[in-house]
């Protein structure tokens, strides 16, 4: 079966800190992976997505960066967390059947910037 | 675009009674699909109704959608606590579109 880990589960981060998110998913090849952002009260933004080793696709110009370094790893950094970085942020995959496979999501990472 | 918005924010239900909760859509889709989320969690994806089929069952839910009106519905029968949890509608468009867009959610409570 399919998992994925997310770490850490929650942060504190100083502003103006860098910051790097992990994700790793076991047990499936060639996923499509994504980094979602969920502030409070809101729905999910999606940030990045990537279909391969790599390729990143952003969809919102912002203060993060992603990288694929592997097949079934994604990275989310930031050199210099702003207050505005704070939030919830979600790490999925799917399989790459193309746009619209059902997403499995990790289960976040809290960030705090103070 | 906001492709995806519940409706409504906020449900309170007694067990055992069935809860509805609706979503609306701006632009044709390609599928739209049913997330849960408990609290400080993940979201779990419940179902995926495709743009030519209207409903569909997966145990004690059941999802319409209508395309005429852009509106797709999701309904929990005999709740339970446990069902206690933000229900998400989301919906891609367009070839080859990997965002899939969610709406803000519906924040169901079963009181047991």
């Known amino acids: 079966s399919q998992t994925i880990h997310q770490w850490p589960a929650t942060l504190v981060q100083p502003v103006g800190s860098p910051l790097s998110l992990e994700c790793t998913v076991e047990?499936?090849?060639?996923?499509?992976l994504y980094w979602y952002r969920q502030a409070a009260g809101r729905g999910l933004q999606l940030l990045f997505y990537s279909v391969g080793i790599g390729q990143i696709s952003s969809e919102v110009p912002q203060n993060l960066s992603a990288s694929r370094p592997q097949d079934r790893q994604f990275i989310l950094s930031s050199k210099k967390l702003l207050l505005s970085d704070s939030g919830f942020y979600l790490c999925a995959w799917s399989r790459p059947w193309g746009a619209g496979s059902p997403l499995h999501f990790g289960n976040g990472t809290r960030l705090t910037v103070t | 675009s906001q492709q995806g918005e519940e409706d409504p924010q906020a449900l309170s239900i007694q067990e055992g009674e069935n809860a509805t909760m609706n979503c609306s859509y701006k632009t044709s889709i390609n599928n739209l699909q049913w997330y849960r989320q408990n609290s400080g969690r993940g979201l779990v994806h419940l179902i995926l109704i495709r743009s030519n089929e209207r409903e569909k069952h997966s145990g004690r839910l059941r999802v319409t959608l209508d395309t005429s009106k852009k509106s797709s519905s999701l309904l929990i029968t005999a709740s339970r606590a446990a069902d206690t949890a933000s229900y998400f509608c989301?919906?891609?468009?367009?070839?080859?579109?990997?965002?899939?867009?969610f709406g803000k959610g519906t924040k169901l409570s079963v009181i047991p």
């Open positions: 047990g499936t090849s060639n996923p499509n």
């Open positions: 989301a919906a891609t468009s367009g070839a080859g579109s990997y965002q899939l867009t």
